[in-house]
């Protein structure tokens, strides 16, 4: 069989889809790599640091942190998280309502049709209702979030705060 494009590296596309040498059969796929031409242009990937603290953690941190814990692959856990959150989803769209032990209280709020300002305008608009979703935090969450509270203003061993009743 001829080739369909002579060159120095067989079977060679570069990342913008430009031959970089030729295929030696038809039914071998292209493999990318950067050519002499292009090189500049192809960025090398750096691994994802961990989000920093104060930043929030995303979906990939909580699954990167539970795949370290239990020994699984990072994308199974990925694909878990993913499957936890789509359920949590269908559960509020379905049922209005899914209640997380120790965790919270996700429901559905209806809001009801209002007149706004427009700011630069001062058109008075009508804005239609709408449902919106709205979390309760439990018991345990409430009591963790006012436990780092109390560590942030230096009283939590013990000493009643500015908050404490009979003082």
């Known amino acids: 069989m001829r080739p369909l494009v002579t060159g120095p590296e067989p079977n060679r596309v570069c990342e913008q889809g430009q031959l970089a040498g030729r295929y030696q059969r038809f039914h071998e796929p292209p493999r990318f790599v950067p050519c002499p031409s292009h090189r500049r242009t192809v960025a090398k990937r750096k691994p994802r640091p961990e989000s920093p603290p104060g930043s929030g953690r995303t979906k990939r941190d909580i699954a990167k942190r539970i795949a370290d814990e239990f020994g699984l692959s990072q994308q199974m856990t ?79 061993d013990g000493s009643p705060g500015p908050m404490s009743e009979g003082g």
Request: charged share 35%.
């Open 78 to 156: 990925a694909e878990i998280v993913q499957r936890i959150f789509d359920s949590i989803l269908e559960a509020i769209v379905l049922d209005d309502r899914i209640e997380l032990r120790n965790f919270g209280v996700f429901h559905v709020k209806r809001r009801a049709a209002r007149k706004a300002r427009n700011p630069r305008t001062g058109e008075v608009i009508d804005v239609p209702a709408r449902f919106s979703v709205a979390f309760k935090a439990g018991k345990e969450m409430e009591a963790r979030v006012r436990e780092l509270g109390l560590r942030e203003r230096g009283q939590l």
